[in-house]
């Protein structure tokens, strides 16, 4: 259909869907696609999970298992994933580390909630109202600047606590 990039977000969750990465890891050697492991990030109604954590960095030992992987680079747009790219393949592996190796000095992403807030940090609680500047001047320049100035440094996420997860039920809150 022409898409592209086309990428594959997956949810690492042990005992769940563990049994398919390397399935899933197989694909880019076909197709151009980017396929992207993403840790499970604990948040308040998901808190329950956490004992299905699995580390980004088992995955990519269990892939070498399967071929070598060497750093690559990822699609336009990237964000704070990873990726490694099987010798020869068209497609690429990315990783997704929150909470075993903290990408924050690298991230580049911010989220406009449902009621017109930029939000600077998926796990903060640093948010600057655009909606109203929107509707009474048109100009959200100076919040959007306001809102950079203050994205933290990094966030404070923890496996199996409701700390650092910035007061989320779920990432579907902030279209995470």
Known sequence: ?????????TVLMRGLNDDEIEDFAE??????WHVRFIELMPTGDNRHLSKRFLSTDLVLQRLQDIGDLRPAAGPVGNGPATYFRFDGAPGTVGVVT???????????R???????????????????????PLRTT????????????GKPE???LQLGTARGSGG???LSQVGG
Do not use: W
Not at 138 to 149: H, N, Q, S, T, Y
């Open 1 to 9: 259909m022409g898409f592209a990039p086309l990428k594959i977000n």
């Open 27 to 32: 694909i880019t050697r076909k197709r151009p």
């Open 98 to 108: 929150p909470l075993s190796h903290n990408y924050c000095d690298r991230c580049n």
């Open 110 to 132: 911010v989220r406009l909630t449902a009621d017109g807030k930029l939000k600077t940090c998926l796990f903060g609680t640093h948010e600057v109202d655009l909606q109203t």
């Open 138 to 149: 048109g100009d959200i320049v100076p919040a959007v600047r306001e809102a950079l100035a």
């Open 154 to 156: 990094r966030h404070l």
């Open 168 to 170: 989320l039920r779920a």
